[in-house]
């Protein structure tokens, strides 16, 4: 456990959240994604170290939950978390190409977040 900061027990509403995100996997209520368009330069590298200080910043932005294997669902909070990053160059592409390439990784991203909480469920239900 050298990477975890604290951990805390699931409160009312986050097991009611834990128990609707297994119950039915999917993007759901609780998955909100943002995203936003920069337009002009921008400096790359100060843009994600930037995110990468408010992910140092804010315990939440470097929590999870767990439920398998434990005799309640906790929240683990990590000392650190890395940034990951995609930066593909669409610059050639038309907008509504691009727009298209945007909805395509949304999509992609719930699916993956579904998938990891439905291989959660049943790796937790295997003898």
Sequence with gaps: MK???DV????????GMLFDALYEPGPGAYVIQVSS???GDCNIPAFQHAWQEILGRYPSLRSAFV????????QVVRKQVSLTRDQPDWRGLLEE???KKI???SIKSAAAA???????RA?????
């Design 67 to 74: 439920w398998d294997r434990v005799e309640r669902p906790l």
């Design 103 to 105: 909805k395509s990784i």
């Design 114 to 120: 579904s998938m990891f909480l439905m291989h959660r």
């Design 123 to 127: 790796a937790a239900n295997s003898p």
């Design 37 to 39: 368009k920069i337009e």
């Design 97 to 99: 190409d691009q727009e």
């Design 3 to 5: 990477n975890v900061e």
């Design 8 to 15: 805390y027990p699931l409160s009312p509403m986050q097991e």
